[in-house]
C-alpha cells in the first residue's frame, strides 16, 4: 500500500472531486461515513457517551459528519468545537449547519481554558481537531485542550490523525500531540505511523479507502510502501516441481566466535528453512561439533584458530555469503573480512560484528559488492552514520549513505525499513515477542537463503522482513509474546510461506 504525503493527499482530494464530478462536502460525507460505520460495527449502539471535539476546518468537518451520523444513529452524543481560528472552511461551515438543525441546537463552542468541558475515564472520545493540514506546533489553550484530553484516561479515537502530529516533521519536546487508541485514518496511512519517534501517538490503527482517483494513486510515487500480505504475496516466486537442491542455491554463512556459535546456528537453520538449497557454514574450530549437531543439514569448514575468524577460505561457488553474526571484532578477524570482501563480488548480507566491523573501519565499505544487504538495528545504524536528531534525519542521513555506497539497508525495529536508492519499504508484520537475543540473526539468514533462491537482493530483503515478522506472528499464536525465542522464528518460517498462499491470513498477533 502506498505511503503519501500530505500535498500528494490534498492533490489527490482535489483530482478525485473534479474527476467524479462531486463536491468536497460529498467526499467529506463519504470519508466520514466510513468513519461512522466502523465505530456502529463495533459500538452496536451501545449506550455509551460519546464526545466529539471538532476543529473548525475539514478535519474539523469530518467530526461533524461523524457526529450528524452517531446522533441519527441514536448514539449517545456531546459536540464541542475547538475554535482556534475563526477561518472555518466551508465544508465545516455546512455540516455546522447540518448537525444543528438536527440537534435544534448550535454545538459547544470551545475558546479557553474556561470552557474545557469534564472529560471521564470511559467517556469515548473522538478527535477530529486538525487532520493533515497541521502546519505548526500546537499553542495557548488549544495546546491545553489537547494535553487535557491525554490526560483524561478516555478511550480517544483520532480521525485521519492524532490532531497536532505533522505528516512529514517529529514534533519537538512538549509539543501537545493527541496520544490516540486507535486512529481510522483516510486513503493511505502517514509515515509518521511507522517510526519510533512518533509511533506511539497512534493506537491501533486502521485505513480507511475512500475512494480517491485510482490512476492518481497508481501513478503518483510515493513517500514509502507499506508491505502487507498482498505486496508480499506478488513478490514471491513459487517453487518449480521440475527442480533439485542445486536450483535454490548454495549459502555460506560466515562468523561466529568462542561462546556466540548458537548465531551461527539460528542464521544458517533460519536460510535453510526458507528455502536455499545448500548452507555451508565457515566459523572458528571451536564450533564444528556445535554445528554439526545442532544443524547435520548444513556443512561445516572452520577457520585454522579455535577461538575466532582469522582466514576465511571459501573457494565455494556459493550465491550469496552471509558475514557477522557472533564474529567479534578481533584485528584477526578484522583482517580476515577484508580479505573475504576483496575475493566477493556477488551481493552479500551483512549483519551484527560485520557492521560494527565496517563503522570502524570505513574504508572497508568501499569493498562492499553492489546491492549488498546491510541490516543493522538502530545502535549499529548510528555507529555506521553517525547520530540523528530525529527519524527524518535519519531517513535522510540513510539515503545519502546507501547511494554513496551502492548498498541495500535493512533497518531492524517495530516496524523495519528497507530503503534502496530513493524507494523505501515498511514492514506491517511482527511483535514485540520478536525482541529476543538471535532474531537478528535468523533474519539475516531468511535474506540470505531469498538471496540464493534468485530473489534480486531488494526483494529479498523486502520479502524476508515480511516472512520473518509473519513467521514471528505465527510463533507469538502458539508461544504468547513472552515465550518467543528466535529458534521459533526460524522454525516456523515454512508456515509464514504457507500463510502467504493460503487463502485466509493466519490470525496473527501482528500489533
Ligand atoms: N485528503 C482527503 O482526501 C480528504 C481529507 N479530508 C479531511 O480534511 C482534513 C484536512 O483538512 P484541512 O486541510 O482543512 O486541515 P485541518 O487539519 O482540518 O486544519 C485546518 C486549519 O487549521 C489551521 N492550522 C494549522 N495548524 C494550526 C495550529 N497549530 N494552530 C491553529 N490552527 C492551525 C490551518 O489554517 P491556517 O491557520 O494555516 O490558515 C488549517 O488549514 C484531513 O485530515 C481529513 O480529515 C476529508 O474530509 C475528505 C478527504
Ligand atoms: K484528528
Not at 338 to 364: H, Q, R, W
Request: net charge negative; charged share 25%; aromatic share 8%.
Amino acid at each position: 500500500m502506498k505511503i503519501l504525503t500530505a500535498s500528494q493527499l490534498k492533490e489527490a482530494d482535489e483530482i478525485t472531486i473534479e474527476k467524479q464530478n462531486i463536491s468536497s462536502e460529498e467526499l467529506m460525507e463519504r470519508a466520514a461515513t466510513q468513519v461512522f460505520n466502523e465505530i456502529h460495527t463495533r459500538l452496536q449502539g451501545a449506550d455509551i457517551l460519546i464526545k466529539v471535539f471538532c476543529g473548525i476546518g475539514n478535519n474539523g468537518g469530518d467530526g461533524l459528519v461523524i457526529a450528524r451520523l452517531l446522533i441519527e444513529h441514536s448514539y449517545n452524543v456531546k459536540v464541542f468545537i475547538v475554535n482556534y481560528s475563526d477561518n472555518r472552511s466551508k465544508d465545516f461551515l455546512s455540516n455546522y449547519d447540518k448537525i444543528k438543525n438536527l440537534s435544534r441546537d448550535w454545538p459547544v463552542l470551545l475558546k479557553g481554558e474556561d470552557d474545557f468541558p469534564d472529560i471521564k475515564r470511559g467517556d469515548f472520545v473522538i478527535d477530529a481537531i486538525f487532520g493533515i493540514g497541521l502546519n505548526r506546533p500546537l499553542e495557548g489553550w488549544v495546546a491545553k485542550m489537547v494535553n487535557f484530553i491525554n490526560d483524561s484516561s478516555a478511550f480517544v479515537l483520532s480521525v485521519d490523525l492524532p490532531s497536532g502530529l505533522f505528516t512529514d516533521k517529529i514534533p519537538e519536546e512538549g509539543d501537545a500531540v493527541i496520544m490516540a487508541n486507535f486512529t481510522l485514518s483516510f486513503q493511505t496511512p502517514k509515515l509518521v505511523f511507522f517510526l519510533p519517534d512518533t509511533m506511539d501517538f497512534v493506537g491501533d490503527m486502521q485505513v480507511l479507502e475512500i475512494g480517491l482517483d485510482r490512476e492518481f494513486l497508481s501513478e503518483v510515487t510515493p513517500a514509502a510502501q507499506l508491505i502487507g500480505r498482498q505486496e508480499a504475496r506478488s513478490l514471491y516466486n513459487p517453487r518449480n516441481k521440475n527442480s533439485h537442491k542445486g536450483s535454490y542455491g548454495h549459502v555460506i554463512i560466515v562468523g561466529g566466535s568462542y561462546g556466540k556459535i548458537g548465531s551461527i546456528v539460528l542464521a544458517t537453520t533460519a536460510s535453510m528453512r526458507t528455502g536455499a538449497g545448500l548452507a555451508t557454514v565457515f566459523i572458528p574450530k571451536c564450533g564444528y561439533e556445535i554445528v554439526q549437531t545442532a544443524l547435520p543439514e548444513a556443512m561445516v569448514l572452520t577457520d585454522v584458530n579455535y577461538e575466532m575468524l582469522t582466514d576465511i577460505k571459501t573457494d565455494l561457488d556459493a550465491d550469496v555469503v552471509c558475514f557477522g553474526m557472533g564474529a567479534g571484532r578481533d584485528k584477526s578477524t578484522v583482517g580476515a573480512f577484508k580479505e573475504l570482501l576483496k575475493k566477493t563480488n556477488k551481493p552479500m548480507v551483512i549483519d551484527a560484528d560485520g557492521l560494527n566491523i565496517l563503522s570502524e573501519n570505513n574504508e572497508l565499505l568501499q569493498d562492499l559488492p553492489e546491492n549488498s544487504v546491510l541490516t543493522p538495528h538502530p545502535k549499529e545504524l548510528e555507529r555506521l552514520i553517525g547520530e540523528w536528531k530525529d527519524d527524518f534525519d535519519k531517513i535522510e542521513k540513510v539515503q545519502e549513505f546507501i547511494k554513496k555506497h551502492k548498498i541495500i539497508l535493512v533497518l531492524k525495529g517495530a516496524h523495519t525499513f528497507v530503503f534502496e536508492q530513493e524507494n523505501i519499504y515498511v514492514n506491517n508484520t511482527g511483535n514485540a515477542g520478536m525482541a529476543t537475543a538471535g532474531s537478528g540473526d535468523v533474519l539475516s539468514g531468511v535474506i540470505a537463503g531469498l538471496i540464493s533462491q534468485k530473489y534480486e537482493p531488494l526483494i529479498a530483503a523486502v520479502l524476508g522482513v515480511y516472512l520473518h515478522g509473519k513467521s514471528g506472528d505465527i510463533s507469538a499464536e502458539k508461544l504468547g509474546y513472552e515465550g518467543i525465542i528466535s529458534g521459533d522464528i526460524a522454525k516456523n518460517m515454512g508456515l509464514a510461506f504457507r500463510d502467504l498462499m493460503s487463502e485466509n491470513e493466519t490470525d496473527s498477533g501482528a500489533g
